[in-house]
Every structure is written in C-alpha cells, then in structure tokens.
C-alpha cells in the first residue's frame, strides 16, 4: 500500500467513524467509548497481522504453526464466551479444531484450492473463525436455555434419563440456533450481500468466476465447519451440563 493509499484509506475511516458516532450520539445510544476502543484495537491487530501472515507467506512451514495459534485463541475466546470455567478448555478446543479440520482437509484432498501457505491460511483462518463462533452460540445457547428451564432436565432426570439424554432436546436447539446465520449468510449470497472473500478476490483482480468458485466453497466450509463444532460442543459439554444444579449452570 502506497502513501497515498493509506491517507485516503485513514481518511475515509475517519468519515465512516464520525457518521457513527453522530448518529449514535443523537440517537443516545451508549455505545460510543466501546466502538473507538473496538475500531483502534482492531487496525492495530490488523496490521500485527498483516505482518505476522507476509512473514508466514514468505516462510511457508511456519503456516501450520501460525493456524495451531489461532485455534488455540479461539478455543479460549469461546471457552471465556460459554462460561463453564477453563476446565471446559480442552473440550471447546476439541470441537474448534475438529469442526476447522472437517472443512479445511476435504478442500485440500480435492484440489480445490491450491495448497500454499497464501491459499491455506486465509482459508484456514476463515474456518477456524466459523468453528468458534459455533462453539460460542451453541455453548452459550444451551447454558442459558438450561438455566432457564431447569424444570424440564430435572423431569427427565426424575424418570431415570442420564444427563446427557436430558439436555438432548435442549442441544439439539441450540446447535440449530447457532447454524441459522450461516445457512441464511449462504442463502443471501450475491442477492442481498457480497459476501466478503467474493468482493476481496474482485478487488484482488480475479474474475467474476474464481471469486464465485471461492466463496462458495468458504461458505459451505464454512457450514461443514459450524455443523461439527456446534454438535460436538453440545455433545462434548452435555454430560457437565446435565448432571449440574441450577446454581452451576447460571
């Protein structure tokens, strides 16, 4: 990026931001300390990143390393989101990195993608992030639906069900919930948004037909990925959950 480029870029940042918080602070909405503190921390990751992934580019073997790290972020991030302790660590983690893998191997077994540490960290990454944020919804999802309707798992448990089988109806919900906005974000694509690797590869140069053919498979990655993740979560957290007393489940 040029000089040049990166005033204008500052720039229109600058714009968008001062609409933001126009209209919010007109509007009384609360949230004004917390968006700049957002927007700064977000440019100064970024460029860390861009950093950190041109010296992976350039040092390819590095790549697996530098995914191991994103997932071992993610697990803690949603493992923090969910809320049942650090001693649900490694099972979150397990269901992140099995919900990336399931997507990420088929892509590379094919061909689909050309394997590459500037393909296979984007994609990656991508993955990771969709397998997180499964885990989150779905985590966080059933822990508060069980809080709420305690009364029932206690039902089931009364006529002899295990734990895990007394949350059944409640993880099945849950996981349902936390795929809903990948399958509408799949089913909207191109009507209602660009979705953003599209609009990154037209920008990057490529045609019309390549950006379709990643973006397609980002999306449905991105859906194999949120399937397992999610189902494995609930699976994994079931037992815990089911056999917990209201106060441990809040």
Known sequence: ??????????????????VFLAVTTAARVPVRRDTVVAVLRGAVQL????????????????AGLYLAVMVSVAAWTATRRIGLGPRTLARVGL???????????????????????????????????????????????????LRTEWDVVEGWLALGATGRQAVAGHARRAVARALVPGIDQTRSAGLVTLPGAFVGLLL????????????????????????????????LLAGRLGAARPAAVV
Do not use: N, Y
């Open 204 to 235: 990057g140069g490529a045609s019309p037909a390549e950006a379709a053919q990643v973006q397609v498979l980002v999306l449905v990655g991105l859906l194999a990925a949120q399937a397992v993740s999610g189902v494995l979560t609930t699976s």
């Open 95 to 145: 269901a992140v990195l099995a919900g990336a893998t399931t997507a990420v191997v088929p892509v590379v077994a094919s061909g689909a993608l050309v394997v590459g540490a500037p393909t296979l960290v984007p994609f990656g990454a991508q993955m990771i992030g969709g397998a997180m944020a499964a885990a989150s919804v779905t985590g966080l999802r059933l822990r508060e639906d």
């Open 1 to 18: 990026m040029t000089g040049g480029s990166a005033l204008r870029t500052g720039l229109a940042l600058l714009v968008l931001l001062a």
């Open 47 to 62: 460029v860390a990143v861009a950093v950190v992934i041109a010296w992976v580019f350039r040092h390819p073997a590095a």
